[in-house]
């Protein structure tokens, strides 16, 4: 004789099989403080000609790939004197792997008075995800993106991650 669960049973084991677990947005959402506005990567690339990018990640990280015209700053070290030619009132887009980093380096310039800065929702890992274009240091396309850690890396979906 077959023994089957009930189905609140099944719905119970199940709703715990889920706990923990996140969607992109709400990892996205756990992580702003929302204190720098942000531009999601559709709206970025209809502009991107038009506008700084600041990559704020680490050298390495910035070496394996990056948004093409993006300028490195390294959040570790990073000083405003280091973007003193930008004018002020210059839209100006930071962003890392997700947006954290860039959150706080788009604090500092706010803090400097840039007028127009906008962290980029889900960082390179959203840019990549919603297929567009990374370069690498010899300034070709590539599929890979540093992904910082395993555990940020399962928040690529496209692409070659790259862990060190």
């Known amino acids: 004789m077959k023994k089957y669960l009930p189905p609140f049973i099944i719905l ?5 099989a889920s706990c923990g677990q996140k969607t ?3 990892k996205m959402e756990s992580l702003y403080k ?6 999601k990567s559709d709206s970025l690339k209809s502009k991107l000609n038009n506008v700084v990018i ?14 093409s015209g993006a300028r490195f700053v390294d959040y570790d070290d ?4 280091q973007v003193k030619d930008i004018p002020k009132d210059q839209e100006v887009i930071v962003y890392c792997s997700v947006g954290y980093r860039s959150e706080r380096v788009g604090e500092k310039l ?3 008075g840039f007028k127009n800065v906008k ?8 840019w990549k995800n919603q297929g567009y274009d990374v370069i690498g240091s010899n300034n070709l396309a590539t599929d890979s993106v540093h992904t910082y850690n395993k ?3 399962q928040w690529l979906y496209k692409g070659i991650k790259v862990y060190d």
């Open 12 to 16: 119970l084991v199940s709703s715990f």
């Open 24 to 26: 992109f947005d709400q």
């Open 34 to 39: 929302k204190t720098v506005p942000l531009i």
């Open 54 to 67: 600041l990559d704020t990640r680490a050298e390495q990280e910035y070496n394996i790939s990056h948004i």
């Open 78 to 81: 990073f000083e405003i004197d």
């Open 110 to 112: 706010q803090k400097a």
């Open 119 to 126: 962290n980029l929702y889900g960082g390179i890992f959203d």
């Open 151 to 153: 555990s940020w890396g």
